[in-house]
Nanobody, 114 residues
Framework: QVQLVESGGGLVQPGGSLTLSCVTS????????MSWYRQAPGKERELVAA????????NYADSVKGRFTISRDNAKNTVYLQMNSLKPEDTAVYYC???????WGQGTQVTVSS
């Protein structure tokens, strides 16, 4: 079955950086658009970034443009989210998702605080 395992979250000071990873299995990774979402306490889950199957096209939420970079390694069935210049409002649980599947991973907590 589809499995998504996110990692790389943690506590970071404002202005800091983190790189999230999502290792996948159970489907043909190289055929799927991959996305990162996040959910802050009391808020709905929102789309942060997406990348096409070959990695040629990326899209970002306005709130993270210029600070976050999504990438993928199809040989490793892994999608990444490089997050720079982090702000307290980036605090959330971050999830990856494969297009066409309803499965979610357990997520990884990112906390931006001084």
């Amino acid at each position: 079955q589809v499995q998504l395992v996110e990692s790389g979250g943690g506590l970071v000071q404002p202005g800091g950086s983190l790189t999230l990873s999502c290792v996948t299995s159970g489907f043909t990774f190289s055929n799927r658009i991959m996305s990162w979402y996040r959910q802050a306490p009391g808020k709905e889950r929102e789309l942060v970034a997406a990348i096409t199957s070959a990695g040629g096209t990326t899209n970002y939420a306005d709130s993270v443009k210029g600070r976050f970079t999504i990438s993928r390694d199809n040989a490793k069935n892994t999608v990444y989210l490089q997050m720079n210049s982090l702000k307290p409002e980036d605090t959330a649980v971050y999830y990856c998702k494969a297009a066409g599947f309803v499965s979610w991973g357990q997520g990884t907590q990112v906390t931006v605080s001084s």
